[in-house]
């Protein structure tokens, strides 16, 4: 039998427990007065920032980070199609990367009740070299598949070698027409449970999933 070419796709699969959580809060005041707004809202968050930075110095918090004061006007409308007296708003954001999920349960449990305080997202991660480390141990996991995929065609032909054309990401490799690439890694990104925002909460970080597509082509004889 004459060398047949065989394209095949290789997938894997990576479930990882994050190592990393990062929470944002925003501290709010609104009122009639734009100074005394101001001043509540700056008021509100220095114990949020001293929370935090206490943290930081003690390495439970690897990273985090403040917006500048925000402050906006409204003007109302009342039930008879009045404008009323501007009402002002003023926020400043902070987010915080946790080294431990109980770690950032306890904060939260603390800073929630806190006047002002609203608890946003969170988002679970893994550090850049951990990231980096199962992205490459999944792909190659991915092409070890389409090896093996190329080999049992091969075998079914009563073919016994399968040398290597291409390898590409799904999409990349040389159809003959076009095609759209699609992304070869994916990971998708671990997500949490709370209860509410009351103090003892517990937060439950779902296992973040690293998987690769790849397609490989072949010549076997």
């Known amino acids: 039998?004459?060398?047949?070419?065989?394209?095949v796709r290789g997938e894997h699969e990576a479930r990882v427990a994050p190592e990393r959580a990062t929470v944002r809060v925003s501290v709010r005041a609104d009122?009639?007065?734009?100074?005394?707004?101001?001043?509540?809202?700056?008021?509100?968050?220095?114990?949020?920032?001293?929370?935090?930075?206490?943290?930081?110095?003690?390495?439970s918090v690897v990273e985090w980070s403040s917006t500048r004061l925000s402050v906006r006007a409204e003007r109302p409308w009342n039930n008879e199609g009045r404008r009323l007296a501007?009402?002002?708003y003023?926020?400043?954001?902070?987010?915080?990367?946790?080294t431990e999920a109980s770690e950032l349960s306890i904060w939260v449990s603390d800073v929630?009740?806190?006047?002002?305080?609203?608890?946003?997202?969170?988002?679970?991660?893994?550090?850049?070299?951990?990231?980096s480390r199962i992205?490459?141990?999944?792909?190659?996991?991915?092409?070890g598949v389409a090896v093996t995929r190329a080999e049992a065609y091969a075998s079914a032909l009563g073919l016994h070698t399968v040398t290597p054309l291409e390898i590409a990401d799904v999409g990349l490799i040389s159809h003959g027409d076009a095609a759209a690439p699609a992304p070869m890694l994916k990971a998708r990104g671990a997500a949490f449970a709370m209860a509410d925002s009351s103090p003892g909460m517990e937060f439950e970080p779902e296992d973040i999933t690293v998987s690769a597509t790849v397609e490989g082509r072949f010549v076997a004889r």
Request: charged share 25%; hydrophobic share 45%; glycine share 4%.
């Open 90 to 98: 003023a926020s400043i954001d902070f987010t915080a990367t946790f």
């Open 112 to 131: 929630s009740v806190w006047d002002g305080v609203e608890i946003g997202w969170i988002d679970w991660h893994l550090t850049p070299e951990t990231r």
């Open 31 to 59: 009122g009639p007065d734009r100074t005394a707004v101001v001043d509540t809202v700056l008021r509100l968050a220095e114990p949020v920032r001293e929370s935090i930075t206490a943290r930081a110095e003690a390495a």
């Open 86 to 88: 501007p009402v002002y």
């Open 1 to 7: 039998m004459s060398d047949v070419t065989v394209t």
């Open 135 to 143: 992205e490459r141990e999944v792909a190659a996991a991915a092409v």
